[in-house]
């Protein structure tokens, strides 16, 4: 069965950097597209930034210039470093196998890792 599991995940003060891993089994990891996402208290769960089989990327506008999506196919995981964190970058951080790049949909997701950033 497919199994994704972040971690990576704490408390860290504004300003601060924190780097998440997802680590997949269960599939062909080097031709899947990967992604992560996070949702908020109170907010519905929104995309944050994606990796194609080829390592192309896109991200969330809100992320851009401090967020770094990466992947290693030898480890089967995908990393998500974060830099210039701000408090409203708090939610609790999920991974997912997208069906393609630009998917709109995924087949898989993992459990999450609370990210907490305090001002």
């Known amino acids: 069965q497919v199994q994704l599991v972040e971690s990576g995940g704490g408390s860290v003060q504004a300003g601060g950097s924190l780097r998440l891993s997802c680590a997949a089994s269960g599939l062909t990891f080097n031709n899947k597209a990967m992604a992560w996402f996070r949702q908020a208290p109170g907010m519905e769960r929104e995309f944050v930034a994606a990796i194609s089989s080829s390592s192309l990327r896109r991200y969330e506008d809100a992320v851009k210039g401090r967020f770094t999506i990466s992947r290693d196919n030898a480890k089967n995981t995908v990393y998500l470093q974060m830099n210039s964190l701000k408090p409203e970058d708090t939610a609790v951080y999920y991974c997912?196998?997208?069906?393609?790049?630009?998917?709109?949909?995924?087949?898989?997701w993992g459990q999450g890792t609370q990210v907490t950033v305090s001002s």
């Open positions: 997912a196998v997208a069906r393609t790049f630009f998917a709109t949909s995924y087949d898989y």
